[in-house]
T-cell receptor
């Protein structure tokens, strides 16, 4: 257990659905991240939040909408997704995005878009 | 832009034997960090080992060690005395050491390691 919890573990949704992924960290970290892991592709950084403020949006389509209400919680709101969005979505946290301290990852949400 | 290449998609090793996982990277920077992450079936990415580019000495963590060749831009991971629990996907990653840079990691595609009993 690394202190980063993601729910749900699995999610199947249609292209017209709206769903949300949740991430919670109990490590007292100030930075949180969303990564996308697709089969046979490198992990892709999607968003970075530092002290609840978004500091990076890596050209992610608007059908993905992040929300960070506080330093411990991070959401990824999904709407009108495409089948190619099916992937493992990993949340991570770190003490400070400027530090080299290791990232702590959650177990991810395996998303399937039908 | 930096890139990380893991050209071997899969490898297999006999339990108790040694295996080396390859990684190469491309960068124009002189100061950076390199990492190996392990992703077991639980899907939780775990840091295995870290190397600072300014250090000539290869990093070691118990049964895990790296062969860092800066001139060749090569960063391989050696696992000694392989155990069944080492079976996982392994990702090589790069991070700039530039002041002010956030913890943005550039990952390779990963390699699936299986351990034969």
């Amino acid at each position: 257990e690394t202190g980063v919890t993601q729910t749900p573990r699995h999610l199947v949704m249609g292209m017209t659905n709206k769903k949300s992924l949740k991430c919670e960290q109990h490590l007292g970290h100030n930075a949180m991240y969303w990564y996308k892991q697709s089969a046979k592709k490198p992990l892709e950084l999607m968003f970075v939040y530092n002290f609840k403020e978004q500091t990076e949006n890596n050209s992610v389509p608007s059908r993905f909408s992040p929300e960070c209400p506080n330093s411990s919680h991070l959401f990824l709101h999904l709407h009108t997704l495409q089948p190619e969005d099916s992937a493992l979505y990993l949340c991570a946290s770190s003490q400070d995005p400027r530090s080299i301290e290791k990232l702590f990852f959650g177990s991810g949400t395996q998303l399937s878009v039908l | 832009a930096q890139t990380v290449t893991q050209s071997q998609p899969e490898m297999s090793v006999q339990e108790a034997e040694t295996v080396t996982l390859s990684c190469t990277y491309d960068t124009s920077e002189s100061d950076y960090y390199l990492f190996w992450y392990k992703q077991p079936p639980s899907r939780q990415m775990i840091l295995v080992i870290r190397q600072e580019a300014y250090k000539q000495q290869n990093a070691t963590e118990n049964r895990f060690s790296v062969n860092f060749q800066k001139a060749a831009k090569s960063f391989s991971l050696k696992i000694s005395d392989s155990q069944l629990g080492d079976a996982a996907m392994y990702f090589c990653a790069y991070r700039s050491a530039k002041s002010g840079a956030n913890s943005k990691l550039t990952f390779g595609k990963g390699i699936t390691l299986s351990v034969r009993p």
